[in-house]
């Protein structure tokens, strides 16, 4: 009987250890792969000549966590000497090959740019440095872990010595338990009648990791004893110390945990784990014991003591010099105040977020442990959500408003690339709450209008850019037998115009007349080779900007103006690969026919002109002339929304302002957006406009009042761009300005009086 | 006929032929670029890569010259023949015409030109193909 009893006893037994053994395995296998997908941000560029100041560059080393030093010895450090950085880079493995860490020193002029950069190894001058990028979030498996992926070969030898020296001395020699402690332990808990005594190797901590709640049951110790050493059977030494290495708890940031210690590097003092210093190491280590009881932030004296604790019992084990451990001991704990931010820069995220979701499921996001490299530049990024934030209080303040009433969303793309820079969904950029840059579809109103001229240009037998159009009273059919009276912003009929004028003084009246001769559904045509994504139906009131779009379709829109005729839809990421470095999939530089060069060329001369002396002026007190940045105020019906969308030579940057209740703000586009657009152009720093006139183009000297043909010198003239064979055929006398004579009507008026009925 | 009758009865401004064009304002002056050393170097390596039949790699180079000079024709062009070679007809062709706007009259015209021809060929626009060709005529 006994031994039937025995028998039945064994075999629950080993039904249990298989089932322990099936739980240990996959749990160890899976962890493998719970990595989040790693986010970066554009990587600065060194080369000579670039302009980038000294300040600059010290900023950007500080968001990567490199530290200042007396001698720069290891990789993350720096020293100034005057105009000229001395700094150690890190490697780093891009998408597209691997750039080695080196040791170099960059020389500055007068703080403006780069004028050298040579290898303080070789001696040689360097061509092309690129510093690692710096991370900006990432995308958490669901049970909010993450981690740093360390391997054995990469931590510091230092580090392993703390780790066996306080935890587990025997580690390599063991088979997963201590028989005498795990005995001792078992008769001190026995007596105590509970759970008394540790003595848990790190095959034993490392299993208890795997289990989400803390049951201190002596059921609990043997299961974790039994799954130890079947762990020890299954995986050899380094397998577990790696994983050991890469589970381990270390702290708790919010609602997110902290495991391993790649990512407590990170956490502690922001740095990679391979740059720590012993004391900085065994301060990790001391952790471990209880990251709450032992937080440096929280409990900074006993946290001290535990660590060191830890380099007097390195130091007994000969592991550190005497000289050593003092000098280690004397250090400060050096944790930095700053917290891990899950995501920095939220909105911009959610731009990546929806780009890659047209490419990957959410579980490939969420297990895979890819690296996204993005387009943002993190100085830029700040400097235009502290320009939105600063702006919206001043017309706040200026206009009475109360406070936190207005909010707004920018867009700042590198036209040559369709790169986005920046992206600010809201005055507060801390927090991921609704993304207007994505997600506000707000009316356009006048930021519709340079694509209605583009439409009528389309046509050079009808219209050029001086064409007389009629700015007066009109009424547009609709259907349903409904009718619509365009008015003007300031309720003045402005008569027979040159079309440019139109354009860069937004006359509502005439852009209906130019909109409704060309049609329509014409102008839907050009907004959509232009980038709109969809088609609206065809109402008159589209002239005007009724059209809801978000800023980001905006930006898109008006990319294609920028690069004169291009289609280069904004792009927040530039490739993925996975953790290993693969390349898994590329969103190249793409360049699609748009609109016609000649076209968007003389578009965006009325642009800059709109600029220069049109509804956009105010930005000139605020930038240099010679930028010649081209622009566009928008404002939609009843003031509700206030635009500016504008670039330079190779920045464009979309700004909206309005209320997210819809009320009217009061604003019109060069009173709210303009402004904050100016600030954001300011920072931006974009290269002056210089546009190059293409083949078909030709300039010619227009009287600005009648749009007849002038002549340089004369009063009134203007220089504006035409396609060959098309232009004023009348001249007027030079020295006079020429009002038109409303008895000379031209065609067009009399088209769209004979179309009116009137 | 009327609106000749009524223009010829007032003459406020009187009807002349239109005079010569002028003188087109200045055009872009050349900027010459600061990143010379740094972009030879990457295109070098992208003319590696497509001798190696590394298109993506050579793409890449040309992609990470262009962020440093955005301006300049030539990795245009050496874009559009590496998407050619990547039988990608549309950018090739948006690329070389991309070329042509920041060089239309150089040496670099003929090519894009040919370019966008064979391009367009390949995409059965035989039209499009001839207008290209069009351009590779001097004058």
Redesign the interface.
């Given at each position: 009987m006994v031994l039937v009893a025995l028998l039945a006893a064994a075999g629950a037994l080993l039904v249990h250890v298989v089932s322990l053994d099936a739980e240990v395995s996959s749990r160890f296998e899976g962890k493998r792969w719970a990595l989040p997908t790693q986010v970066y941000a554009r990587p600065l560029e060194l080369y000579v000549g670039r302009r980038l100041s000294r300040d600059e560059l010290l900023e950007e080393l500080d968001r990567l966590g490199y530290r200042s030093s007396e001698r720069v010895s290891r990789s993350g450090h720096y020293q100034v000497h005057g105009d000229r950085l001395e700094v150690m880079t890190r490697g780093f493995d891009f998408w597209d090959g691997s750039e080695p860490g080196r040791h170099v020193e960059v020389a500055f002029a007068a703080g403006t740019e780069i004028t050298a950069i040579d290898d303080l190894e070789s001696g040689g001058p360097v061509v092309l440095l690129r510093l690692d990028p710096s991370t900006i979030g990432s995308i958490y498996p669901r049970h909010g872990e993450d981690r740093v992926l360390v391997r054995l070969d990469d931590v510091p030898p230092a580090l392993i010595d703390a780790l066996l020296t306080v935890e587990d001395r025997q580690f390599r020699d063991h088979y997963g338990v201590r028989p005498q402690s795990l005995f001792r332990a078992l008769v001190a808990n026995l007596r105590a009648g509970g759970v008394v005594q540790g003595g848990s190797t790190i095959t034993q901590q490392l299993v208890k990791n795997f289990y989400l709640d803390n049951r201190r049951t002596l059921r609990r110790k043997i299961d974790e004893a039994l799954m130890a050493l079947l762990l020890e059977w299954r995986y050899d030494k380094d397998e577990i110390l790696e994983a050991y290495l890469n589970e381990i708890y270390l702290g708790q940031d919010g609602d997110r945990a902290v495991h391993g210690f790649g990512l407590g590097s990170q956490f502690y003092f922001q740095r990679p784990l391979a740059e720590l210093g012993v004391h900085e190491v065994a301060l990790l280590v001391a952790i471990i014991r209880g990251p709450s009881f032992y937080d440096p932030r929280r409990h900074p004296e006993r946290t001290r003591s535990r660590r060191d604790l830890v380099l007097d019992q390195m130091q007994q084990q000969a592991l550190l010099t005497e000289v050593d451990a003092d000098q280690a001991r004397a250090r400060p704990m050096g944790v930095v105040d700053r917290n891990l931010q899950t995501t920095r820069y939220p909105a911009f995220m959610g731009l990546v977020q929806r780009q890659l979701r047209t490419q990957y499921r959410p579980e490939d996001l969420m297990s895979e442990g890819l690296r996204i490299f993005t387009t943002v530049d993190p100085a830029l990024q700040a400097r235009v959500e502290a320009q939105v934030a600063t702006g919206l209080e001043e017309i706040e303040r200026e206009r009475g408003m109360a406070s936190g009433g207005l909010q707004a969303a920018a867009v700042v793309t590198d036209t040559d690339s369709g790169e986005v820079l920046a992206l600010v969904g809201g005055r507060n950029s801390r927090f991921a709450g609704f993304n207007r840059a994505l997600d506000a579809q707000r009316p356009v109103g006048s930021l519709v209008k340079p694509f209605v001229h583009l439409a009528a240009l389309e046509h050079p037998s009808r219209y050029h850019v001086a064409t007389i159009v009629e700015d007066g009273p009109m009424t547009v059919p609709l259907p349903g037998g409904r009718t619509w009276e365009p008015r003007n912003f300031d309720r003045e009929w402005h008569g027979p115009v040159p079309m440019y004028r139109a354009l860069t003084q937004s006359y509502n009246a005439a852009t209906v007349a130019i909109g409704m001769d060309v049609g329509v559904e014409a102008v839907i045509d050009v907004l959509q080779r232009a980038g709109l994504q969809r088609r609206p139906p065809a109402y008159p009131s589209l002239l005007l900007g009724a059209l809801e779009m978000s800023p980001l379709e905006v930006a898109d829109l008006y990319q294609t103006l920028a690069t004169g005729g291009f289609r280069s839809p904004p792009r927040a990421i530039r490739e993925v690969t996975t953790v290993d470095g693969e390349p898994l999939s590329r969103y190249p530089l793409s360049v699609a026919r748009g609109v016609e060069p000649e076209l968007a060329y003389l578009v965006n001369r009325l642009l800059q002109e709109t600029v220069r002396d049109g509804t956009g002026r105010r930005a000139r007190g605020a930038l240099p002339a010679d930028w010649q940045l081209a622009g566009k105020t928008g404002t939609s019906d009843g003031l509700r929304d206030s635009w500016f969308a504008g670039f330079g030579g190779d920045r464009l940057a979309v700004v909206w302002v309005g209320r997210d209740d819809n009320a009217s703000a009061q604003l019109t586009g060069s009173v709210g957006a303009l402004p904050l657009w100016a600030g954001i152009m300011a920072d931006a720093r974009p290269r002056p406009l210089l546009l190059r006139p293409p083949e078909q183009v030709r300039e010619r000297w227009i009287d600005g009042l009648s749009g007849h043909g002038s002549a340089q010198g004369c009063a009134g003239a203007v220089s504006l761009p035409f396609l060959v064979g098309t232009g004023p055929e009348q001249t007027v006398p030079c020295g006079r300005q020429q009002r038109i004579d409303e008895t000379e009507q031209p065609n067009l008026l009399r088209r769209i009086r004979d179309w009116l009925g009137g | 006929m009327l609106?000749a009758a009524?223009?010829a009865a007032?003459a406020?401004?009187?009807?002349?032929p239109?005079?010569e064009?002028?003188?087109?304002?200045p055009?872009?002056?050349e900027v010459t670029a600061?990143?010379?050393?740094?972009v030879l170097?990457?295109l070098d390596r992208s003319e590696g890569f497509m001798a190696a039949g590394d298109h993506?790699?050579a793409?890449?180079?040309l992609?990470?010259a262009?962020?440093?000079d955005?301006?300049n024709a030539e990795l245009w062009h050496r874009?559009a023949r590496v998407r050619f070679a990547q039988a990608d007809w549309?950018?090739a062709?948006?690329?070389a015409?991309?070329s042509v706007?920041?060089d239309?009259t150089g040496a670099l015209r003929r090519e894009n030109w040919r370019l966008v021809a064979d391009a367009r060929r390949r995409m059965d626009d035989e039209p499009g193909a001839r207008e290209a060709e069009a351009r590779l005529r001097p004058g």
């Open positions: - | 609106m009524v223009l007032c406020p401004l009187s009807p002349q239109a005079p064009p002028d003188p087109a304002p055009p872009a002056e600061p990143a010379s050393s740094a170097a990457l993506d790699s793409a890449a180079s992609e990470r262009l962020r440093l955005p301006q874009l549309a950018a062709e948006s690329l015409l991309r706007g920041l239309a």
